[in-house]
């Protein structure tokens, strides 16, 4: 299982992106689906996740700016980031836990950089 994150990139602050992070294979399932990031110099940081059935869970700092969503027939979330701040500045990366021909596991993407910045 492939995961492919896009449409990140240099916005300036006060501004909007909308990121998307595909699943890809054969015969597998993907369940709960999570947004993370890592900035420069941090560890990484789990942003929100969102099961099968559009169940969201935030982590408390991320509530109110940015916003996962799901389109469980085509494999893809979204992560819909609004007033965007120099500190929003990280490598965003998708997770998922799947099931792979029957067998548990996850995938993670490769990230997608985004940038705040005048």
């Known amino acids: 299982v492939q995961l492919v994150e896009s449409g990140g990139g240099l916005v300036q602050p006060g501004g909007s992106l909308r990121l998307s992070c595909q699943a890809s294979?054969?015969?597998?399932?993907?369940?709960?689906m999570s947004w993370h990031r890592q900035a420069p110099g941090k560890q990484r940081e789990m942003i929100a996740s969102?099961?099968?059935?559009?169940?969201?869970n935030y982590t408390d700092s991320f509530k109110g700016r940015f916003a996962i969503s799901r389109d469980l027939p085509a494999d893809t979330i979204y992560l819909q980031m609004n007033s965007q701040e120099p500190e929003d500045t990280a490598v965003y990366y998708c997770?998922?836990?799947?099931?792979?021909?029957?067998?548990?596991?996850?995938?993670w993407g490769q990230g997608t950089q985004v940038a705040v910045s005048s």
């Open positions: 997770h998922a836990d799947i099931s792979d021909g029957g067998r548990m596991g996850e995938a």
């Open positions: 294979g054969t015969d597998f399932l993907a369940y709960e």
């Open positions: 969102i099961s099968r059935s559009d169940t969201t």
